[in-house]
Nanobody
Framework: QVRLVESGGGLVQAGGSLRLSCAAS????????MRWYRQAPGKQRELAAA???????NYADSVKGRFTISRDNAKKTVYLQMNSLKPEDTAVYYC??????????????WGQGTQVTVSS
């Protein structure tokens, strides 16, 4: 079983910064892509940022230039540095990981989510 645990959410004023972390634990061979999704109230979940195991990154247009995704493979952790936060960034942020299991299957796992609230 693979577990993803997020941390780092909270309340911040517009223009401020937060850093989210997501640590993976359990038994698996390796982690491929890791992603941060977000879901605002009344809206669908959307991809905010993604990073491959080789470090190639991809961002939603709405966060480009403000958010930076990174990962530490040794720590099995992905980060999301969020700068210049706006009220529209308010959402629950979810970590997602594509994992190669001990049986060589590819499976997707989700964290429990962490709330980010940006006040104006």
């Amino acid at each position: 079983q693979v577990r993803l645990v997020e941390s780092g959410g909270g309340l911040v004023q517009a223009g401020g910064s937060l850093r989210l972390s997501c640590a993976a634990s359990g038994r698996f061979l390796w982690i491929n892509d890791m992603r941060w999704y977000r879901q605002a109230p009344g809206k669908q979940r959307e991809l905010a940022a993604a990073i491959t195991d080789g470090g190639i990154t991809n961002y939603a247009d709405s966060v480009k230039g403000r958010f930076t995704i990174s990962r530490d493979n040794a720590k099995k952790t992905v980060y999301l540095q969020m700068n210049s936060l706006k009220p529209e960034d308010t959402a629950v942020y979810y970590c997602n990981a594509e994992v190669k299991t001990m049986t060589w299957a590819a499976e997707s796992y989700w964290g429990q989510g962490t709330q980010v609230t940006v006040s104006s």
